[in-house]
């Protein structure tokens, strides 16, 4: 037997994994729109969601891969409703996961560096307190 | 209307001469100065605390709002969506606060002071001697 090679035949086995979505608080006009054009472009509704989502991250020039803050703001998005009840308290999200919920952000700030002193990314937020605000900018300095 | 006396208290070069400015400390929640006494201009168009560049807005990503909640800014290009974070600022003569900071989500920003910064403090923008000074009423005499 020795000096020769033999080739042999190694079976592949491909795991797959069908994931089912359920996707809370999709207002019904997104949904049929969503499954129209899906249907127009001849495609299944989860290969239209792929496509859409590639689309959208392709303009984001810093995404090439799941950062940091692209998990924590999932985990955040996620947990939205469930945080609601800790209304005034401030939460803090790194790592992908729920740390805690404190008095202030000054707390929250404190026990991140105890609990998860490697992260580059973290949300703190107050719940009910931090909403979107939609501001001015008026021409000036405005040549980003 | 009664008329109003003003003390200046410290006084500033502009920026190249026409930038109204302020020297800013800005720390991190948890304490850490990352810009210390740093002259930023002044810009009275934008509404919010403190734009930064990306550069110094990645110091304050341990403090970051959620993307939902983040900034909005209505310009007349359209509407530029930031990213927001929570940060400690020092302006001379006064008390450390928490502010919140804003870069633009696409590009890469710059550094100034928005109008937000400037309630609660008494400014006089000379453009007269081209100086930005931090003011204090006196009481009459």
Request: charged content about 30%; overall charge positive; aromatic content about 4%.
């Given at each position: 037997m020795a000096g020769k090679v033999y080739a042999m035949r190694v079976p592949v086995v491909t795991k797959v994994i069908l994931v089912t979505l359920v996707i809370r608080g999709l207002d019904e006009k997104t949904r049929r729109s969503?499954?129209?054009?899906?249907?127009?472009?001849?495609?299944?509704?989860?290969?239209?969601?792929?496509?859409?989502?590639?689309?959208?991250?392709s303009y984001d020039q810093d995404a090439e891969t799941l950062s940091e803050r692209d998990v924590n703001n999932a985990t955040y998005n996620a947990l939205k409703q469930e945080l609601e009840k800790y209304a005034g308290k401030t939460i803090l999200i790194a790592g992908g996961r729920l740390l805690g919920t404190y008095d202030n952000p000054r707390s929250?700030?404190?026990?991140?560096?105890?609990?998860?002193?490697?992260?580059?990314?973290?949300?703190?937020?107050?719940?009910?307190?931090?909403?979107?605000?939609?501001?001015?900018?008026?021409?000036?300095?405005?040549?980003l | 209307m009664a008329r109003r006396l003003f003390e200046s208290l410290e006084c500033w070069p502009n920026l190249d001469g026409n930038r109204p400015t302020l020297p800013v400390t800005l720390s991190t929640l948890d304490g850490q100065h990352v810009v210390h006494e740093q002259p930023m201009p002044i810009d009275t168009g934008f509404t919010g605390a403190m734009l930064l560049s990306r550069e110094a807005f990645s110091n304050f990503e341990r403090a970051e709002l959620p993307e939902s909640e983040s900034r909005i800014y209505r310009t007349l290009i359209g509407p530029v969506p930031m990213r927001t974070a929570r940060a400690l600022l020092k302006l001379p003569l006064a008390d450390e606060t928490e502010i919140l900071v804003d870069t633009p989500k696409y590009g890469v920003g710059k550094s100034l002071i928005g109008l937000r910064l400037l309630r609660g403090i008494e400014l006089l923008l000379n453009g007269q001697r081209l100086e930005t000074c931090l003011l204090e009423e006196r009481s009459q005499p």
């Open positions: 969503l499954r129209a054009e899906a249907i127009r472009r001849g495609l299944r509704l989860a290969q239209a969601v792929k496509e859409a989502f590639q689309l959208w991250r929250a700030a404190t026990d991140l560096s105890l609990k998860a002193p490697e992260a580059q990314h973290a949300i703190v937020t107050t719940i009910g307190k931090d909403k979107r605000e939609e501001l001015e900018w008026l021409g000036g300095s405005l040549n | -």
